[in-house]
Every structure is written in C-alpha cells, then in structure tokens.
C-alpha cells in the first residue's frame, strides 16, 4: 500500500466472526490488533483496516480525528448475538485506561436490533448500594437483588457508559458502535465456568464501579463519537466544504447504494444491505444515499470533536466558529 494518489472510496470489510461462551460476536469494523478488519473489496481490498490507517492518516478519518486518536482508527461496530447470559461487566473510561493498561477506554452504544418477547439485560443497580454489599453479594451469588433489569425493544438505542455494569441476557441481537477498545472488566459469571483466558476482575474493576442508582443519561460530547437512526425514505445529499470526519453506516433494515454527489470526484456505487456495514472515509465529503427498498434504516456513526488540552496552558483548541468540516443533510 505505497500509492499515496489512490482516491479513496467507500470501504466494506470482511466480518470476523469468534464464538463465546453466551452467543457469537461479529466484528464489522475494527482497529483492537487482535481484530483488524479486512477491506472487501477495491483497489483496497486485502489490506487491513490498520494498514489504510498507517498509509492514508488524515484522509481516512478527517484531521480533528487524527489529531485525537493518531493511528487509532477511533470507532468499533460489532454485532452481538447471545444465546446464554454474558458475565455482569464494567467499562473502563479513557483516563484509567490510559493511565493503567496504555489504551483507550470503552463508551458503546447498544442499538437493540432483534429481542425475543422475554429478553432481558441488565444495567446499572436498581437502589444505592455499598461497596462491601456490592462485593459479599457477588461471593455468594445474590447480586441480581441489586441490578436493574431492563427489557429492551426493537430499535432501543442504549448507552454503556464507564462505571455502569451491565449484561445481556439470550434472545438478543445488539450493534454495538463505540470507542475502538474492548477494555471491559468481567467482573461475575452466574456461577457458569468461563473458558480459559475469560478471567472476572472484580478486584481489579471495583474503584471503577458506579454503586449509585442507575440514572439514564443524554448523549454526551464526552462520549467522543454520536449516532443517529436515519429512516431513509427520499435520496440523501451528505456533504462539507472541505473533507472533514469519516462516517460510518450500519443497515439496520431495507438497502441503499452509496453514489458520489453531484459534481463529486467518481467512485464505484457501493450498495449497503440490511446487517452491513459501510466506512465513508474523510476524503469522499460529498455523496448520496439512496435507499433501493422500502423500509431503509440506517445507523449513522460520527466523531464528535475531542479538544486536545495544551500541555502548559490547560486550554483546549475549541475553536468559537462553526467547524467547516461538519457534514451536512441536504
């Protein structure tokens, strides 16, 4: 991957797909090193998504997003399909993921895109609870007295935020789009054996856990990244002045075909089906999306601008006008 004139296009990826103890996961896009998701096809295809990154920086992801994450190609898709009940976990944030392990923490979105009548996950602790409660009840087997249970739908949209500790329970199908990390701490197993290599860390997780009451909270520009459900019923224009943030496509439902904008540098119509995923790099900042079927939706993923602090000021780069970069509906 040496040719730095390549025009950069719509990427799919080769799903990697790893079975566990509770169900299957289905890597769409990823960076973890472990997993490094292969483009499908194109001049691209057979080089990793970590390769791109390596070659391409800027032109794949947009500058703010480089200055942020450098390397780090900043967002992870999976599909998560649970047969059997996860063990109760805890996300770690940025800062004691960096401080601690040298990588970046974990916020997900859970987008809920098939549940059986009974489903159930956990999430967050129904009451207040003490840290030594917290600790005997996980001893002895009775910490499902003390967690919020949840019935989640068709088309929930759930964040999974640091300090929470959650599970999912059979009968699930969950896109998660989030930080590109997979530092999760489990942290109790319902008394079911793990395979090998899938230690609980509660000991390890326990500073981190939030011990207050679940609380739903907005969307935050903390979380580093926003998604959005787009009913596409009309062709959709998405353009900037300049190349900006990359962009991410999940078809939940329906398919639609990606097509440059009018005026737009060409590339190959890439179609996106339902349960596939689509990276729109930075440097194709002027397209369309056309729905092909009724009933399209898509899940968009963008990054959210990160301010770096400066190192003797403490102040970040927030600039006071409208970033140029922003794509916009048209």
Wanted: aromatic share 10%.
């Amino acid at each position: 991957m040496d040719n730095n004139e390549k025009k950069l296009y719509p990427f799919k990826f080769l799903e990697d797909n790893s079975q566990t103890a509770w169900g299957t996961v289905s890597y769409h896009i990823a960076d973890l090193g472990s997993v490094d998701s292969m483009i499908a096809e194109g001049w691209f295809g057979g080089n990793s998504l970590s390769e791109l990154m390596g070659t391409y920086l800027e032109r794949v992801v947009g500058d703010d997003s480089f200055e942020y994450y450098g390397l780090q190609f900043p967002i992870l898709v999976k599909v998560i399909k649970t047969t059997g009940w996860q063990p109760l976990q805890v996300n770690v944030p940025d800062e004691i993921a960096e401080e601690r392990y040298d990588s970046l923490g974990k916020t997900s979105l859970w987008y809920i895109q098939e549940a059986s009548p009974e489903a159930t996950m956990y999430l967050g602790l129904k009451r207040d609870v003490d840290a030594g409660d917290f600790y005997r009840r996980s001893q002895e087997g009775s910490l499902k007295d003390i967690l919020n249970e949840t019935h989640p739908k068709v088309g929930d949209m759930i964040p999974i935020r640091p300090g929470t500790v959650f599970a999912a329970g059979p009968g699930l199908t969950i896109v998660e789009i989030g930080e590109c990390s997979e530092l999760t701490l489990g942290i109790h197993n319902w008394g079911i054996e793990l395979p090998d290599g899938d230690d609980l860390l509660l000991e390890e997780a326990f500073d981190l856990i939030d011990f207050k009451r679940f609380s739903p909270a907005p969307p935050s520009g903390d979380d580093g990244f926003k998604v959005s459900r787009m009913e596409l019923v009309n062709p959709l224009h998405i353009f900037s002045e300049q190349p900006g943030d990359f962009a991410i496509y999940h078809c939940v439902s329906g398919e639609a075909v990606i097509q440059p904008g009018p005026g737009a540098d060409a590339f190959s119509p890439v179609d996106i089906k339902a349960g596939h995923t689509i990276l729109v790099p930075s440097e194709v900042n002027d397209f369309l999306l056309l729905p092909t079927r009724e009933g399209t939706v898509l899940l968009e993923a963008v990054t959210e601008k990160r301010n770096v602090l400066d190192s003797y000021t403490g102040s970040s780069d927030q600039p006071d006008a409208p970033d140029p970069h922003v794509r916009i509906w048209n």
